[in-house]
T-cell receptor, first 115, second 112 residues
Framework: SAVISQKPSRDICQRGTSLTIQCQVD?????MFWYRQQPGQSLTLIAT?????????ESGFVIDKFPISRPNLTFSTLTVSNMSPEDSSIYLC????????????FGPGTRLTVT | DQQVKQNSPSLSVQEGRISILNCDYT??????FLWYKKYPAEGPTFLIS?????DKNEDGRFTVFLNKSAKHLSLHIVPSQPGDSAVYFC???????????FGKGTHLIIQP
């Protein structure tokens, strides 16, 4: 399976500011996924990022709030814009991998606290 | 509307016994089901999966059973070990380029 790293691992940010989270994969992948896990909740898909095209956002998530870049086949960024305390979550990226085409492997996550 | 449900927030099992974690889903379009294990401050770790054409998949101590007519799946861990203590998430996918839909997780506690 792919090795995925994320930066930063955690951050504490002021309300109204923005934070960009980086996701790096050790192999080339077509699709990358971004998820959010709010405190005590499940993981929720934010968007799917393909290299060379606009990200596809799930219902309830918009590009102005969560802009995504996918400049090459091993890297992606997710920006959380104009943050509020409700954005305090763990943000995770994932990629397909393993023996089956539908298995996803996750990075370690970025724990964001907005004050 | 929650499409993947894990109705037990927590489960306590004695070391050496069988742990059974349950998951229900409502979306008939789901074709693939996965189980993840998550420790605090780490990303989810893939454990085992099953496609809808099968009713059982086994990998070492882990077995996943799928009852498609009941829209129910379960993860069996036997024998349970202290290192199995973690939050377990059930997830589902329609396949292709779909992302995963997760349940809320079950906190498994293995007691010595």
């Amino acid at each position: 399976s792919a090795v995925i790293s994320q930066k930063p691992s955690r951050d504490i940010c002021q309300r109204g500011t923005s934070l960009t989270i980086q996701c790096q994969v050790d192999s080339q992948v077509t699709m990358m996924f971004w998820y959010r896990q709010q405190p005590g909740q499940s993981l929720t898909l934010i968007a799917t990022a393909n290299q060379g095209s606009e990200a596809t956002y799930e219902s309830g998530f918009v590009i102005d709030k969560f802009p995504i870049s996918r400049p090459n086949l091993t890297f992606s960024t997710l920006t959380v814009s104009n943050m509020s305390p409700e954005d305090s979550s763990i943000y995770l990226c994932s990629v397909f991998g393993g023996t089956s085409s539908y298995e996803q492997y996750f990075g370690p996550g970025t724990r964001l606290t907005v004050t | 509307d929650q499409q993947v449900k894990q109705n037990s927030p927590s489960l306590s099992v004695q070391e050496g016994r069988i742990s059974i974690l349950n998951c229900d889903y409502t979306n008939s379009m789901f074709d693939y089901f996965l189980w993840y294990k998550k420790y605090p401050a780490e990303g989810p770790t893939f454990l085992i999966s099953i496609s809808s054409i099968k009713d059982k998949n086994e990998d070492g101590r882990f077995t996943v059973f799928l009852n498609k007519s009941a829209k129910h799946l379960s993860l069996h861990i036997v024998p349970s070990q202290p290192g199995d203590s973690a939050v377990y998430f059930c997830a589902a996918s329609g396949g292709g380029a779909d992302g995963l839909t997760f349940g809320k997780g079950t906190h498994l506690i293995i007691q010595p």
